[in-house]
């Protein structure tokens, strides 16, 4: 079962009322039948000028809206929405996979952007992430780039080679326009991130390392601040003072910002400890608001399987974007 699938929603709740946007009939069948279980498709339209009339007769709770359609492309829909008075947040659906056009979908007032061959797997995730509030965001670099200050997401991913391919990218972008990072994490995650950033041509890990790239390991990080199996708020505090003020020292410059990755997190949920997992994520995106923090979060799919529905429920509630590596 993909983890995801277990977002809760109370079974009394009326289904969401989803407007569809597209003007190949092909997907507009695939999505509708796809989203039939749990969605409500109230209305299709094939193009822009359809989708704002029945936006206006239907008031959807979600529209799914395609970029690339004759008369008005998704980008334009979208604006005249706005001018119409539509408030239902938009999901971009697209067949182009660059982080270019996924930026220019959020900046354009997107909440999501689900590739069209990643429809099955993707869309009815990104509804409901959007549908809670959350931003459903196609790859980690385009998530760097939407963001300018600070922020609370999670990666999820299937192998451990997906998950560390894209971070190293993501981290290598972040190095390059000067950023401050901290891995904290599990000894094999640190030793393969550590290899793709040296291949990368960025010395990390070791007495001469890198000065911007600060390197821990996940159970030193949670001895610091883990009393009677739970955060203490005052350690934890100390602890992010202490890496505001490396950010600092390290970048000099007072509006850098601190990336912070790692699994701390899904290592509780490893050994057995979901309730102290959700509690660290409650507590770190309350004291982390006012820091230039980007925090990216990764959890592996095996790590939830076995875990009660409620888990990775609470723990989207605790971010503010959500990404899947390409391996799910």
Not at 121 to 150: I, K, N, Q, W, Y
Not at 214 to 231: W, Y
Not at 245 to 257: F, W
Request: charged share 25%.
């Amino acid at each position: 079962m993909h983890p995801t699938s277990r977002l809760i929603r109370s079974s009394s709740a009326a289904r969401p009322r989803v407007l569809l946007v597209d003007d190949h009939q092909g997907v507009v069948e695939r999505v509708s039948a796809l989203l039939a279980d749990d969605f409500d498709v109230a209305g299709v339209a094939s193009d822009g000028r359809q989708a704002i009339d029945l936006a206006s007769r239907i008031a959807p709770d979600l529209v799914v809206l395609d970029i690339n359609m004759p008369g008005l492309d998704g980008f334009q829909t979208k604006r005249e929405l706005d001018r119409a008075g539509s408030r239902a947040p938009i999901v971009f659906l697209s067949a182009l996979e660059d982080d270019e056009h996924a930026v220019a979908a959020f900046r354009c007032g997107g909440r999501g952007y689900v590739l069209k061959p990643r429809v099955a797997r993707d869309l009815p995730d990104a509804l409901e992430h959007v549908l809670h509030g959350r931003l459903f965001v196609p790859s980690l670099t385009a998530l760097f780039e939407l963001t300018t200050g600070g922020g609370h997401a999670v990666l999820l991913h299937r192998d451990a080679g997906s998950f560390l391919d894209g971070l190293a990218a993501f981290l290598d972008t972040a190095l390059r326009r000067g950023d401050a990072l901290c891995v904290i994490s599990s000894e094999d995650a640190r030793e393969g991130l550590t290899r793709q950033l040296r291949d990368a041509g960025w010395d990390i890990g070791g007495p001469s390392g890198h000065t911007r790239c600060l390197v821990m390991d996940a159970a030193a990080a949670l001895s610091r601040f883990m009393r009677n199996g739970l955060p203490d708020a005052a350690l934890l505090a100390e602890i992010l003072s202490e890496l505001d003020q490396y950010r600092r020292a390290a970048t000099q410059k007072a509006e850098s910002r601190l990336i912070v990755c790692g699994n701390m997190s899904e290592s509780l949920i490893a050994d057995g400890d979901p309730a102290a997992a959700i509690a660290l994520e409650h507590q770190w995106n309350s004291l982390t608001r006012g820091f230039p923090f980007l925090t990216l979060c990764g959890y592996s799919a095996s790590c939830l399987h076995d875990c009660v529905p409620e888990i990775w429920s609470n723990t989207c509630l605790e971010h503010w974007a959500v990404s899947h590596a390409a391996d799910l």
